[in-house]
């Protein structure tokens, strides 16, 4: 067990791509969590697939490096995560050249609340054109915005280039190693309080799930000492206490999850045989328990419906396809997600899967298909409540910053999609519009203004809360190209199909009937024939038809995908291909559905 005194626990919080997690990096490989031989791969906290594509944290994740006796335990968050109880410190890292911006407000806030210490990372500080001090001054501000206590707005402040590994307390002093940022963290972030003699008492703050283990209880020990076989308490939200049993305790030395016999006041572990527990319980003494205040999750906003897939393409590439797999990986990943709900709807071949939104549900998705599953999933709907006696939706704080001169489409778009301004900046070249606007009006929001503005639209959105209904926002306006028969699509039928919109398939594309093709330059369905080829003659050769000059295809990407879909159309997902089609793939199915479609004949 490791004396309280020599721990500190830091949270990394920070904005999209300000460095984050290449701070942590350089953390990890100047604090000796590495061997001097060892390879390691870049943004090495970032051991998720997606994570390092994309270049964002989805998960939190928790780390540790020893400086001279020290235990510096690091929680990398990625934003939304609830880190206040864990750790009793703040690393906000701000970039030099953009200053704070819409997620650094958001995570800072929380911080200031709990009355956590901050310590201040100016980073990029190699960046061409970037203002550290005016970045600095900005972050001041914000802290003043925020009310921040006296003793917060004397942060300590370090300015970095996390990339190449350097750091100094002032911009005119020599580069230096993190030595300077270590000792801060030792100095300034307060060592945690309690006593291994009290009572124990170790709120349950973040879950995981291990496929040898079961579900893990992740969280710090605030008081007393737990052992391994130990029988403890669990204090329930309804303020029962239930006794249960930890089996295996777990924590983190440099990047390696090692077990260990008993855990102490200030040690961020992983617990293992706790029974049916819930983000929020508290593990305490069953003879004197003592409770901490629950800690809540926001509520799931956006709900998608996931089913067997049924098209005349399937099963041909998906490892996964039956219902009964579906539904164990959907439960699966509920386990160890938190702000996830699945439930299986009366026909059983369905799964209501709610989450976060469309970013949270898409990225499971692609952990499904990379993983060989093959399923097919519905429009993204969102999630209504009855709240005394108003029907209500969930509202969302969008912030946005765009070029200044695209703002007007910006807004023009955000407006139609029942979006109220709350507050516009410009600072010349940028400008930050932020809108409380309805979950629905977000969802395919995101393609748009990137767009509009030609890829320069940086977005953050914060759950506000649940208001009543703001009005009706129209699904898309244009209308899908529907495949008429089954086959490959032809050069020759494509070409002919420019001119009536937006193609999604190309030469070769295995297609059938019901499956959406392009996209209509009009409101209407058309029904397409792609697959038909060039009638042979004794005045052309058959090779005539490679010589068509074709627009390429737009490859929709998943989240382009199912936010593109109206409600009567479904996104087939296989581990190689994204397919659209219509959920009733028959004509006149969906003519009794009552949707107008018309024949390219």
């Known amino acids: 067990m490791i004396e309280a005194s020599k721990i500190r626990n830091v949270a990394i919080i920070a904005h999209v791509d300000h460095g984050k997690t290449t701070l942590v990096d350089q953390m990890l490989r100047q604090g000796g969590a590495f061997r001097e031989n060892q390879e390691v791969a870049e943004r090495v906290m ?63 806030k929380k911080a200031l609340e709990l009355g956590i210490q901050p310590i201040v990372v100016v980073n990029k500080i190699d960046r061409p054109g970037c203002d550290p001090h005016g970045s600095l001054d900005k972050v001041f501000d914000l802290f003043m915005e925020l009310g921040a206590t006296d003793k917060q707005l004397d942060f300590p402040h370090i300015y970095a280039a996390a990339r190449n590994g350097i750091c100094k307390m002032e911009m005119d002093q020599p580069d230096s190693d993190f030595a300077p940022m270590f000792d801060q963290i030792i100095e300034k972030i307060p060592a945690p309080k309690g006593d291994h003699t009290e009572p124990l008492s170790m709120l349950i703050s973040s879950l995981d799930y291990s496929e040898f283990l079961g579900r893990l209880a992740i969280g710090r ?30 924590a983190y030395y440099g990047l390696k999850l090692t077990e260990i016999d008993e855990a102490g006041p200030g040690q961020i572990v992983q617990l293992a045989g706790v029974q049916d527990f819930e983000l929020g319980d508290t593990i305490v003494d069953p003879e004197r328990p003592v409770v901490q205040e629950r800690i809540t999750v926001d509520p799931p906003t956006i709900s998608m419906i996931f089913q067997v897939n049924d098209s005349p393409l399937a099963g041909k590439e998906g490892k996964f396809v039956t219902s009964t797999q579906i539904g164990d990986r959907l439960n699966r990943e509920s386990l160890g997600d938190v702000a996830l709900r699945v439930e299986q709807q009366a026909d059983p071949s369905k799964y209501l899967v709610a989450g976060r939104g469309v970013l949270h549900i898409s990225i499971l998705i692609e952990k499904m298909r990379r993983e060989g599953y093959e399923f097919a999933v519905g429009r993204p709907q969102v999630i209504i409540r009855e709240i005394d006696g108003k029907i209500c939706e969930p509202i969302e704080t969008f912030t946005v910053d765009v070029p200044t001169e695209h703002q007007g489409p910006v807004i023009q778009e955000l407006g139609s999609r029942r979006g109220e301004m709350v507050h516009m900046e410009s600072n010349g070249a940028s400008t930050q519009v932020i809108y409380e606007i309805p979950s629905r009006g977000l969802i395919g929001v995101r393609s748009k203004l990137l767009s509009l503005t030609r890829g320069y639209a940086v977005i953050q959105t914060i759950f506000k809360g649940y208001e009543p209904i703001k009005g009706d926002i129209a699904e898309r306006k244009e209308g899908a190209m529907i495949s008429k028969e089954d086959g490959d699509a032809t050069a020759y039928s494509l070409y002919n199909m420019q001119d009536r919109g937006v193609l999604f398939a190309s030469p070769g594309t295995a297609c059938y009937t019901g499956m959406i093709v392009g996209e209509h330059c009009r409101e209407d369905d058309i029904v397409v024939n792609v697959v038909k080829g ?68």
């Open 46 to 108: 970032d051991s998720n697939d997606l994570e390092r594509e994309r270049g964002i944290t989805i998960l939190s994740k928790n780390t540790s490096i020893n400086w001279k006796g020290h235990f510096i335990n690091i929680v990398d968050t990625p934003g939304h995560a609830d880190f206040g109880a864990q750790v009793e410190g703040v690393m906000l890292v701000v970039d030099a050249f953009d200053g704070p911006m819409a997620q650094t407000r958001f995570v800072l």
């Open 221 to 250: 020990v605030k008081q007393g000492t737990i052992k391994v076989n130990q029988t403890i308490g669990l204090s329930q939200e309804d303020g029962s206490i239930r006794r249960t049993r930890c089996t295996k305790i777990y």
């Open 534 to 601: 060039k009638k042979l003659t004794n005045m052309r050769a058959s090779g005539s038809d490679d010589t068509v000059s074709l627009t390429p295809a737009k490859e929709l990407s998943l989240e382009e995908a199912i936010t593109w879909i109206n409600s009567d159309e479904i996104v087939e997902m296989t581990p190689s291909f994204i397919r659209l089609r219509k959920m009733y793939l028959d004509e006149n199915s969906r003519k009794r559905q009552g949707r107008k479609t018309v024949s390219d004949e």
